[in-house]
């Protein structure tokens, strides 16, 4: 007989951007309009009000990296694409979706702002795979920044970022009480560069 595995529970974490920000950002006045629900949130990045977005290569830039290495933006055709900001670097496409784009910028933002966190570079292809068993996508898109290749996940009630460039990971989990990382943590992964357990942000 075929073994079943469990997956993760993750019903809680949803996907949704209106129910991911309520979860995450509880104070936040609920809106349908995924754009004016997550751009007053960003602070490791900025996302720009209407008098502050320009136009460049007919697409109209909506947010920028906190110090303007990366720029994202929406094209004409609705479509969202990312950036260097260095002069002419080409636009990749990330999402078609609104709520997809702003979604994935609310993951960021909460992996980003929550107190209890792991992180390593480390990690070799074998122990990120152990992390990805124990974890599930969010929808978004993998992006080009901060990593070559990044992509989202949740793992239980955590959210965990994988950068891989050329073979080489970067690792980000993040939640809002260590507690929170005990699926994270039984997988007895080395985090090599931050650990709150250890030393709090």
Request: aromatic content about 10%; hydrophobic content about 45%; charged content about 25%.
């Amino acid at each position: 007989m075929a073994r079943r595995t469990r997956l993760p529970d993750t019903g809680f974490m949803s996907a949704d951007v209106l129910d991911f920000v309520r979860r995450w950002f509880p104070c936040v006045t609920p809106t349908d309009d995924p754009e004016t629900l997550v751009g007053p949130l960003l602070a490791f990045n900025h996302a720009l009000d209407a008098a502050e977005q320009w136009e460049e290569d007919d697409v109209v830039v909506l947010v920028v990296e906190q110090q303007g290495v990366w720029w994202w933006g929406r094209r004409a055709d609705g479509g969202y694409a990312e950036r260097p900001s260095t002069d002419g670097s080409p636009w990749r496409s990330v999402e078609l979706r609104s709520e997809l784009f702003w979604l994935h910028h609310a993951a960021f933002e909460a992996l980003w702002s929550s107190p209890a966190m792991r992180s390593a570079a480390g990690l070799d292809a074998v122990a990120v795979g152990r992390l990805l068993g124990a974890s599930r996508p969010l929808p978004c898109s993998p992006w080009h920044w901060p990593g070559d290749r990044t992509t989202l996940f949740t793992c239980g009630p955590a959210l965990v970022m994988v950068c891989e460039d050329r073979g080489a990971y970067w690792v980000v989990a993040s939640a809002r009480t260590e507690a929170d990382l005990s699926r994270v943590d039984g997988l007895d992964l080395v985090w090599d560069e931050a650990d709150t357990r250890v030393a709090p942000l």
